[in-house]
């Protein structure tokens, strides 16, 4: 008796017929490519040019470029005008040169970098530390918070008045402005003049001024539930050139006794990337 999937010796049935595939019946068809893997060679080789020249500080000349990229002189010659046209390039003397384009990829890129440094640098303190970590910076005439980190168990301070327009409240807004000159600083409040946020909030001008030329210049700027009720925070200053900057914490106002030794901890590892950093506070 065959066993199941097995036939018999003396089977008479006729072999099973394997069924041709599409390919094998048509060999000559080509077979379809992924239409991801379409690359514009045009776009490739232009690049590459533009590779060629950035390594060249001095410039270089068309044949040379050609060469080194491994193009045809004429297909060389069309890349670089389109290039020079659109600013990417410019010539001088018979050199090619980055252009004023390129030029400003180039100062987007470095600036893209060093806000991942400042960002990371959050980041890290915000796990070691264990609160929402702020950047901020003054710009313009504006507060402008330019990074954030923290986690949902350590949400940051919801926005939920401008804080361009309640510096004054807040404890970046604090910090930054006590950085500024008189001229400054007045002209901010003119702008943004001192109201009442929360009950806890200065809202006298006068008081406010005089709270600002009391604080220490390196001492962090505490505030306690004055822009957002069961909050308080602390600033840090940081000063690069002309640019006035803050790093700040936040917490529960039931953990109040904990912000300024965090604060101070804080202060002490930016103390120690301040150099690294130094740079990315004009970003």
Not at 261 to 266: E, G, K, Q, S, T
Request: proline share 6%; aromatic share 4%; charged share 25%.
């Amino acid at each position: 008796m065959a066993t199941v999937g097995t036939a018999s010796a003396d089977s008479t049935a006729p072999p099973a017929q394997r069924r041709t595939s599409p390919a094998e019946a048509h060999p000559r068809l080509p077979t379809a490519q992924p239409t991801s893997t379409t690359l514009i060679g045009s776009v490739q080789r232009a690049m590459r040019l533009l590779e060629a020249v950035a390594g060249r500080p001095y410039g270089a000349t068309a044949k040379q470029l050609a060469r080194e990229v491994g193009l045809a002189l004429p297909t060389a010659y069309h890349l670089l005008r389109t290039l020079t046209h659109e600013g990417y390039l410019r010539r001088e003397k018979g050199l090619f040169l980055l252009g004023e384009a390129a030029e400003r990829l180039s100062a987007c890129a470095a600036q893209q970098k060093r806000r991942s440094m400042v960002d990371d640098a959050l980041a890290q303190w915000r796990d070691s530390i264990g609160v929402p970590v702020y950047y901020a910076v003054y710009r313009e005439g504006e507060i402008d918070v330019l990074g954030v980190a923290d986690t949902p168990g350590n949400p940051a301070v919801e926005e939920w008045a401008d804080f361009r327009e309640t510096g004054h409240a807040h404890a970046i807004g604090q910090c930054l402005l006590s950085q500024l000159d008189d001229e400054a600083r007045r002209d901010h409040l003119d702008r943004y003049p001192v109201r009442a946020i929360t009950p806890y909030t200065v809202h006298d001008e006068r008081v406010f001024l005089r709270r600002l030329e009391r604080l220490q210049r390196t001492d962090p700027v505490i505030e306690r539930q004055e822009y957002a009720l069961g909050t308080v925070c602390a600033a840090i200053p940081l000063t690069v050139g002309s640019t006035a900057a803050t790093m700040a914490i936040s917490l529960p106002s039931c953990e109040a006794d904990r912000l300024l030794p965090v604060a101070r901890r804080l202060q002490e590892e930016i103390g120690r990337m301040l150099g690294t950093l130094a740079l990315s506070i004009s970003i």
